[in-house]
């Protein structure tokens, strides 16, 4: 007799092929002989190059970056918390270019809009008729005295986001801290960040490793936030925060990470009144404030003004995804100064909108799609449970597939985390989803 739990993956895996957009019609390509830079290849960049490379004919497409591994970021709490090998995130940018694109392995060191050029670290000169940027985040740990990514992994020191090696380096952590449990210290910082959810996901994550090692009843849990709240969509938050109270897991607020000694295990906190806190830790986990890339922040592209100006952001119209005051200019994924959208699935609806108002805008026409700022965050609370959050700009909850509520965890959303959003993935980034 089939399971229920099997019953019901296979019911959502209908469900959510069923959400995913159907391949477009066919269609005349657009004839153009224009030059289109990419900078960037991660799943942004590299989707648009995918979904332009099927929408025009004769057009140029380069893309610039170095990195030759394409490293499948939303995989990296499944990894530092022991539920996937590393391997399972890593695989080679080659693979997914479309055919006949011309890759420059270099990284963008300026961008000069004005004269429709961006310069490498190289010191090449590239000139383009059109731009996507795609530069995604800087992680900022500059900002936290004394942190030293190279050390993650030792002395109790977590970070998720770096690398596939700081993800597997954390696990290591979270293992020699779960056999022993103490104190653990997570922390959020006040910035934009890319997979808000992912510092929460740790949380969950690391108290249920201490429960199944049976050390939780010696061990405490304290989440850090710079803000006054742990999540930015106040449904959301409201729900963690109670879930949290029931696993004895306390938040102290308005507290920003600002340095860390790292030999001696202890971590300093500021206050909004400038207040220095410190604790000692056997456990911290780092989540670094994040900004856009200087060659994104200290170029004409950026904001200038409004909330999006500190962090250097894109200034790009929030529903279009065209730049504000550089027509010909795109930009795609966490490096846009948006009120949010900095996950996988806010590529997954974006890139086709990208994609198509490019090349509308290429035949003379105007960028008509919209984009309403849909993220999805897989919530783990548990091995083998997670919640399935979608919501838009304005924070409202959008869910997707029927048969999940968006704030109940389920084995299903904790099934398609681990086993069907990769392939989804993949579909975006070849261009196909």
Known sequence: MTSAPTRRALLGAAALAATLPAAP?????????AHIVIAGSGLGGIAVANRLAGLLEGARITIVDRKEEHNYQPGYTLVASGVWPVEKVRDRNADFQPAGVTWVKDMVAAFEPAANTVVTAGGQRIRYDFLVVATGVHLDYAQIQGMDVAAIGTNGLASVYPSPQAAQAT???????????GEAVMTLPATPLKCAGAPLKMTFMLRDRLRQAGTLGRSRVQFYSALGNVFGVPKVNDNVLARWKDLGVSVVPTHKLTAVDIGARRATFTTPEGEKVETAYDFLH????????DAVKQSDLSWKEGPFAAGGWLEVDRATLQHRRFPNVFGIGDINGTPRGKTAATVKKSAPIVANNLAAVIAGGQAAQRFDGYTSCPLITREGSAMLIEFDY???LTPSLPMIEPLQDS??????KVRMLKPAYLSVLKGRV
């Open 171 to 181: 696990w290591a952590a979270m293992q020699a801290f779960a056999a022993k449990g």
């Open 394 to 396: 304005e924070g409202r």
């Open 411 to 416: 084995y299903f959303a904790w099934l398609m």
């Open 286 to 293: 780092v989540v670094p404030p994040m900004r856009a890339p």
């Open 25 to 33: 019609p066919a269609r005349a390509r657009v004839k153009t002989q």
